[in-house]
């Protein structure tokens, strides 16, 4: 059903954007993921939803916080080095994504791990260096389970819509967030799919060519 969803919302944004080519991509204000469009210089795209300040720790011991992402375009997810189904899939596509845009010093990738007590900053190294992630932009994310939790479910809305979403269950979603350079989301994607990865490519360089509304 959740792939269904996500499938469903893409097929709305390439047919809105296609109807839309004005204002590009649509915003995310809710857990719904409702797609709003906003004309240029729209005063109302100050009171959207923003990521809130985070600061976590990468695989090579560095702190990310949300002012090393700022004015950068960037895709999160959320994973676990011991995970053995979704996120091997999750990995290879954002390995995909992350290569392709690999000299783009202006497009980031954030993995957070849910499960921060295990995976600290050398677990994550090890897992980066198995998985042969080697774009100097793609940090994978530990610190505090309860913060990375709080944020996931109410600055990414990671697993909205889901039974997982439930406070105390385990998070674990298959979604890619794109964010803008303002810290706006712009998208959702389902990381196991493949025409997902080939739309979350596609919608990067959309942003990248997007004029700044203000």
Known sequence: MK????????????????????????????????????????????????????????QNGRTITNKTTRGKIYVANFFFTRCGNICPKMTENMHQVADFFKNDSTVMFISHSVTSEYDNARVLKKYAADKNIDNPNWHLLTGSQEKIYMLARSGYFADAATKSAIAGRFLHSENFILVDQRGHIRGVYNGTINMEVNNLIKHIKLLKAEARPF
């Not at 296609?18 to 797609?35: A, S, V």
């Not at 210089?41 to 809130?52: D, E, G, M, S, V």
């Open 3 to 58: 792939k269904l969803f996500v499938v469903a919302l893409s097929v709305v944004l390439l047919s809105a954007c296609k109807n839309n080519l004005q204002t590009g991509l649509p915003y995310f204000n809710d857990p719904d993921f409702t797609p709003v469009w906003f004309a240029k210089n729209n005063l109302a795209l100050q009171k959207l939803h923003t990521i809130p300040p985070f600061a976590l720790t990468d």
